[in-house]
């Protein structure tokens, strides 16, 4: 019979409640595993929705010996997926043929797996035969019962921090990038009122051309935020060029070098096609030419012909434009989420930001082959959950 000190377990708990992080928790939760039941093997997988597997987070020290890390559970390949997607306790005093038909080669004798909600499961086992009584099994859904709660709490922790930090950057926009436009617009008005010369209602028309766009930024901000929703298989040069149509590009020029299927959310990504689209007009003046194409992973950096685009597997997309660059100093800082206060880039760059990252994409920033600004966009190693914070 297993072993519970009730001890070991009030301090486990008082410990995940003042846990800020999710990897904190999954930490402190299987520390605690071998004191608390008197038991070697404990793990915690946690559910990511975009690849809709558990992977693992924790583990036990002697977990870590005896397992050949890392294990990911999928539908239809183990226990543990069945009692998650159930959301059902399962205990197994001794493990027989038809329940290891999953891992027949598993040293595991006896466990209680223990689903977390949408949050993924904690597995407890033995390699020795045990019996789980109801006393034990009724602490132990205890246990994960706290885990969870802890989860939950850092969960709206850290949406709080989000919310915080979207705030800071309304305040930074409306402090800075909305003030110098409209100063520009009321300089040229009042230079209408004393001259009559209404040749400085240009200037004026693109400060509010400028405060609209900032606005539509904001409210795109605000109203979605970031998040990646519908993920589907999309022709790089047919959302391209439908961005490029709805974008305000005057008589700027479009060279589509080649395409590739992209797998991404089609909405976020014409905000990626067209924020980059607008910083290279801003940049570059209104008859930039900008090109567009994928990266292959065999060193190719572009695709000038439908018979390349067969060789080598695509790894992502560039847009480069033929401006007049980006001062080295500022190229490590460019795409910081924070470097839009106080700069000329507005929300733009920060949105491309914040979206590529939510597709666990990365993104980079060089110069093109014209010296103009050169930003990539390539598969990334990055978790692609938004409360994955490790």
Same mark, same amino acid.
């Given at each position: 019979m297993v072993a519970f000190d009730l001890d070991s377990f009030e301090a486990v708990t008082q410990q995940l409640m003042a846990a800020e992080s999710e990897r904190e928790i999954c930490e402190i939760a299987m520390s605690g595993i071998s004191s608390v039941f008197d038991v070697p093997l404990g793990a915690l997988w946690l559910y990511d929705s975009d690849a809709s597997e558990l992977q693992l987070a924790a583990s036990t020290e002697r977990a870590d010996e005896v397992f050949d890390w890392p294990v990911t559970y999928r539908p239809g390949n183990s226990l543990s997926w069945e009692a998650f997607e159930q959301d059902e306790v399962r205990t197994y005093s001794e493990l027989d043929d038809e329940q290891r038909q999953y891992n027949e080669n598993s040293p595991v004798s006896s466990e209680i797996i223990l689903p977390l909600a949408e949050y993924g499961v904690i597995n407890i086992g033995s390699l020795a035969p045990v019996t789980f009584d109801g006393e034990t099994l009724r602490l132990a859904r205890m246990y994960a019962t706290h885990v969870q709660a802890a989860l939950q709490k850092a969960e709206r922790e850290h949406d709080l921090r989000v919310q915080r930090d979207r705030m800071e950057q309304f305040i930074g926009v409306v402090s800075h990038d909305l003030r110098n436009p409209l100063h520009v617009v009321e300089g040229r008005l009042e230079l209408v009122r004393e001259t009559g010369d209404l040749s400085h209602l240009e200037d004026a028309e693109e400060g509010v051309a400028r405060m609209e766009a900032l606005i539509d930024d904001l409210l795109t901000l605000a109203k979605k935020g970031y998040a990646v929703e519908d993920r589907?298989?999309?022709?790089? $040069?047919?959302? &391209?060029?439908?961005?490029?149509?709805?974008?305000?590009?005057?008589?700027?020029?479009?060279?589509?070098?080649g395409s590739a299927p992209v797998f991404g959310d089609q909405n976020r990504l014409k905000q990626v096609f067209e924020?980059?689209?607008?910083?290279?007009?801003?940049?570059?003046?209104? $008859?930039?030419? &900008?090109?567009v194409g994928p990266i292959l992973d065999d060193g190719t950096a572009e695709i000038d012909t439908a018979d390349e685009r067969t060789e080598g597997r695509v790894t992502g997309f560039y847009v480069a434009d033929d401006g007049p660059g980006i001062p080295s100093d500022e190229l490590d800082s460019l795409l910081s989420v924070d470097s839009f206060s106080g700069s000329d880039t507005g929300l733009g760059l920060s949105i491309v930001t914040q979206i590529i990252d939510a597709h666990g994409w990365d993104i980079s920033v060089t110069e093109s082959r014209a010296g103009g600004a050169r930003f990539e966009v390539t598969d990334g190693t990055k978790q692609v959950s938004p409360f994955h914070s490790w």
């Open positions: 589907t298989a999309i022709s790089l $040069d047919t959302i &391209v060029e439908q961005t490029w149509e709805m974008a305000r590009t005057a008589d700027a020029t479009l060279r589509v070098e924020n980059l689209f607008r910083n290279a007009a801003d940049h570059a003046g209104d $008859d930039v030419t &900008v090109w």
